[in-house]
């Protein structure tokens, strides 16, 4: 049975792909972070009792700034495949805290590669680096694509780059078997929630069901190539599948705006939306003439990323990936999954919690 040691495995990612390895027949392992409350909800469906000899799935603590866990917990597992997905992944919060970002995302992985090396698993153990379309930030050429040269925006972006880098140069000098995977944004209904589409969903949901008022946004105009979580995690599996490794770009093609994405969500919410103004007056009334999504500039960054548009034909040439969720399904499964959570909570702050458990039950 092949081993597989994922990092941020309660992550949106982490989630998906340890699901998508159980189901492959792998034993997963998992790094969690300690926290003062359950942080896994994400994975407590796949969680057995670890006294079962047929349990599959362990979880560790650990932490991506802390060798000497990465050490203990690789030695302990000796995995065949390392996931490494686990970072400070927002870039927004990369200016507010960059030093641990860089700690994280650069150094983290250079910390488990010297695990690896440490533990002398060069010719067993595969690595893949969870590397980005941020690292094209301010874009040399459209579409990108793995020869595209990088221009990182964000702390976040340049810690990446060192992380994509010192994966190649690993691969070079001590001939391991390691890939970046460079993913455009992929979103789901367990993406986090302060990214913005989910941000979008979870809040217009919540509007739609008496929940709050409006939304209130960064840069509208933002053009983002948006994929589906659960379609990329298999691509970061077929990578460390193949004879030799390589980097590859993973995308849609396809291109929105963050202003189309919620004219979509509110389509599929019947919110009926009317857009006035530009610029910092921007927003959305609904057909009673109440304002529903206005701009904050609270939420622009300091440098912004403006357009990204991915060229994902290598995976396709090469793995024979194409993703299976169109943006339309995307959005319509995210919008559903919030708008069923807004309205179980609606019904809570109406009646309390004795008229959800009624209804659950
Ligand atoms: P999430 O933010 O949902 O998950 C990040 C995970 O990393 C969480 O499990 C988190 O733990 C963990 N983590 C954070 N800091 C540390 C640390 N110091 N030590 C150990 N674990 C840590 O990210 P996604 O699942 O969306 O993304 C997965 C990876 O892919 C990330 O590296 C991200 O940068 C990268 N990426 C994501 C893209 C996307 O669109 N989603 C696109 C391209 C790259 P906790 O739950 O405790 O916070
Ligand atoms: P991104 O995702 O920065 O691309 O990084 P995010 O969803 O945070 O932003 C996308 C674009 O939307 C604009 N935006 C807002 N963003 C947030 N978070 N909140 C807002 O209110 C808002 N309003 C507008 C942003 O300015 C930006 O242009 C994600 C992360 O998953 C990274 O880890 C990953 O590497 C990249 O995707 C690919």
Not at 20 to 29: C, D, I, P, R, T
Not at 279 to 295: F, Q, T
């Amino acid at each position: 049975m092949k081993k597989a040691l994922i990092t941020g495995v309660t992550g949106q990612d982490g989630a998906y792909l340890a699901e998508f390895l159980l189901a492959k027949g792998y034993e997963v392992h998992g790094i969690k972070r300690r926290a003062s409350l359950f942080n896994t909800s994400r994975v407590d469906h796949l969680y057995e009792d670890p006294h079962s000899p047929s349990t599959r799935f362990f979880l560790h603590y650990g932490d991506l700034t802390d060798s000497s866990s990465l050490i203990h917990i690789v030695q302990k597992v000796q995995p065949d495949e390392i996931y490494n997905l686990g970072a400070q992944s927002h870039v927004h919060v990369s200016f507010e805290q960059p030093e641990y970002t860089a700690d994280a995302d650069a150094m983290g992985p250079l910390r488990l590669l010297e695990a690896i090396r440490i533990l002398g698993l060069e010719k067993k153990t595969k690595f893949y680096q969870a590397s980005t379309s941020e690292l094209y930030g301010l874009v040399q050429e459209t579409p990108q694509r793995e020869t595209t040269p990088f221009y990182p925006r964000s702390p976040y972006a340049v810690a990446k780059l060192y992380a994509y880098w010192i994966c190649i140069n690993y691969r070079e000098a001590y001939g391991i078997y390691a890939c970046n995977g460079i993913l455009f944004n992929h979103e789901s209904p367990l993406r986090g929630e302060t990214f913005v589409t989910r941000k979008i969903t979870r809040g217009l949901a919540r509007v739609k069901a008496g929940l709050q008022d409006q939304i209130f946004l960064g840069n509208l105009s933002a053009k983002r190539d948006w994929g589906h979580a659960r379609d990329y995690v298999e691509m970061q599996w077929l990578m460390l599948q193949q004879e030799k490794p390589q980097d590859y770009v993973i995308a849609t093609g396809e291109q929105y705006s963050v202003r189309d994405f919620v004219q979509r969500c509110a389509t599929l919410l019947d919110l009926n939306l009317t857009w006035q103004g530009s610029g910092l007056e921007e927003k959305a009334l609904d057909s009673k003439g109440k304002m529903v999504v206005a701009v904050d500039p609270r939420y622009f960054r300091p440098t912004e990323v403006e357009t990204l548009l991915g060229d994902p034909g290598k995976a396709k040439r090469e793995l024979g990936w194409t993703p299976r969720i169109s943006f339309d399904e995307l959005v319509r499964e995210m919008v559903e999954a919030d708008f069923s959570a807004a309205q179980r909570d609606a019904l809570v702050r109406k009646h309390g919690f004795a008229a959800y458990n009624v209804r659950e039950n």
